[in-house]
Structures are given as structure tokens and as C-alpha cells.
């Protein structure tokens, strides 16, 4: 088909430029600062949620009370697929040593042999007891009825009030009421079974806002224990690892049977008197069997 005749003709005006009127130049001006202010607002730093938490619901995850101030009311009972799973993680297993001791102890070394006791004795009991890494990748989104995380403190020696153990829930749970009561729990019963005294005033943001906490299912209540001071608690935590043992799987059967916890139980928060025996496990609680060591990380079962 010839088009020629549907050209457009070459008489038609041409629209001549406009120059911006005053509204113009301010509305492309706005638009310049909306940009800017919004690319301002994306690089601004995150701020911590936990700035907004009240301060006596941070005196509770914190730990920071030496002792309940009476029977703490049983959180809802753990239900679902779940309730039968714990998880525990081996400290900085499988990422790095953690602290290291001049003659070559490391805070590994430890958290593993630790971890180890109390995966086979929740294992012996009928749990189903995973044994994560530090930055396992199963975390990512995690279900079980507890995790916790264990840790120990340096090897350096501090001064003589660098001694005992801190326990730590995350701050931004979405069950804050099961997330004190697991601390509860653990603190009260690691503190009786250890006899060691709660070193609360160390606890660190490290622990509050611990990866771990960020990465597992919301519904999953988690905490965090420093198992003791790897310079005056060395003797219990290298010599009897059973000791400590027992008072992790004591604090999360406490948490998961609804135990009672009373202001009688909690350990105090200050250093125990020197000499003093270490404190038996309270009756009904089956102790562990000592370790070997140097076995404990053959022990250890890895979560898939």
C-alpha cells in the first residue's frame, strides 16, 4: 500500500521550548529533597529494639535480681510437634577456639565437653537432642521446645570477683514470658547444682542480642549460659564437667515439667566461700557420669 499521501505535511508548526515557570523550578526542587531525604533515612544505623523495652522487664532478661523474689508462675505448658526436641549449641564450635588459656585450654574444649554430658543425658531421658555448631545452618529457623547456648568466660585472671555463671535471654522475643522463665529456671538450677554464685553484672549485649536468638523460629524459647570463668572456675569446669552439665539439663527440665522455682533455690550473686564443697544435685535428679577426657568431642552428635 502507498502511504505517501498519509505523510505528515512539512508546514506544520513546531512547538516551541518552554521555559520552567516558578511552580515548576519548586515542585522539581521538593522533588530533589524527598529523594535525598529518603536515601538519608535507608543508610541511617538500626536502632536496637531493645531501647524500648521497660526497665523492669530488662532487669528481668538481664538477670540482674541475685535471687526471685518468690514462686515465678509456670509459663504455658510446651506443646505441639515440638515439645519433645531440645536444641544445644556447642559454643564457637566449628567457627573458632573461643578464649584460650595460656597452656592451650580453649573455651571449645570446654563448651563441647559440656555439651556433650548434657546431650547424652537428655538423650537417655526420650529427647531428641541436636547438637548445632555456632553458626549452624540449621539454625535458620530452628523448632524445638528449648535451645541454649553454652558458653564460658575468659581465661585471664580479672580480679578475685571474676567468678561464677550468667545466664541471658534474647530481648526481642515474642513469648517474653517463656523466655523468663527459662532464664529463670536455668539460673536457679545451675546455681544449686554448682554451687557457683550468678555473675549477672557481665552480661553482655553479646549475649542479649546473641545471633543465634535472630535466626531460630519465634516460638522457639532460647537462652544463653557462661558456664563459669575459665580462670577460678577452671577446676569444676575442666576436672567435673559433669557438675555444670547437671545444672544445664536441670534448668531446662525445669522450664519444660513447670517446675517450681522459689527465692530458696536461686543461687546467690555473690563468690561462694572458699573451701566450701560443691553443692550434690537436689533429690530426684540422676547425676551425670564423669567424662573422659578427651572423648568428649567423640561424643558429640552432630544435627545433620
Known amino acids: 500500500m502507498d502511504t505517501s499521501s498519509e505523510s505528515t505535511p512539512s508546514t506544520l508548526p513546531k512547538a516551541e521550548p518552554r521555559s520552567p515557570g516558578t511552580f515548576g523550578l519548586l515542585q522539581t526542587t521538593f522533588m530533589v529533597a524527598l529523594v535525598l531525604a529518603t536515601l538519608f533515612t ?61 597452656d592451650g585450654l580453649t573455651e571449645t574444649d570446654i563448651n563441647q565437653r559440656i555439651a556433650a ?14 547438637m548445632l555448631r555456632e553458626f549452624d545452618l540449621s539454625l535458620r529457623g530452628y523448632k524445638s521446645a528449648v535451645l541454649v547456648s553454652i558458653h564460658a568466660d575468659s581465661c585471664d585472671y580479672i580480679n578475685d570477683q571474676a567468678t561464677g555463671f550468667k545466664v541471658a535471654a534474647a530481648l526481642g522475643s515474642t513469648r517474653k514470658e517463656k523466655a523468663v522463665r527459662l532464664t529463670a529456671c536455668m539460673r536457679a538450677r545451675y546455681g544449686s547444682a554448682t554451687g557457683m554464685p550468678i555473675h549477672s553484672t557481665s552480661v553482655t549485649n553479646d549475649m542479649t542480642q546473641y545471633h543465634a536468638f535472630d535466626e531460630i523460629d519465634p516460638n522457639t524459647t532460647a537462652a544463653i ?67 573422659e577426657p578427651g572423648n568428649a568431642a567423640a561424643e558429640i552428635t552432630p544435627n545433620p
Open 225 to 291: 549460659i557462661e558456664v563459669g570463668f575459665l580462670n577460678l572456675d577452671r577446676q569444676i569446669l575442666e576436672k567435673s564437667p559433669e557438675i555444670p552439665a547437671q545444672g544445664i539439663v536441670s534448668g531446662i527440665l525445669c522450664y519444660l515439667r513447670n517446675e517450681s522455682i522459689t527465692q530458696a533455690t536461686a543461687a546467690p550473686d555473690a563468690a561462694p566461700t572458699a573451701g566450701a564443697p560443691v553443692a550434690a544435685p537436689a533429690t530426684g535428679e540422676t547425676p551425670l557420669a564423669p567424662s
Open 42 to 102: 535507608a543508610w541511617t544505623p538500626y536502632e536496637s529494639p531493645s531501647a524500648a523495652i521497660p526497665s523492669n522487664q530488662l532487669t528481668q532478661f538481664l538477670g540482674a535480681s541475685p535471687t526471685l523474689a518468690g514462686d515465678l508462675a509456670a509459663a504455658p505448658a510446651v506443646n505441639g510437634a515440638n515439645e519433645n526436641r531440645i536444641g544445644i549449641v556447642a559454643g564457637h564450635w566449628g567457627n573458632d577456639s573461643g578464649a584460650v588459656c595460656a
Open 117 to 130: 554430658l548434657v546431650q547424652k543425658t537428655l538423650t537417655d531421658q526420650g529427647f531428641q537432642v541436636d
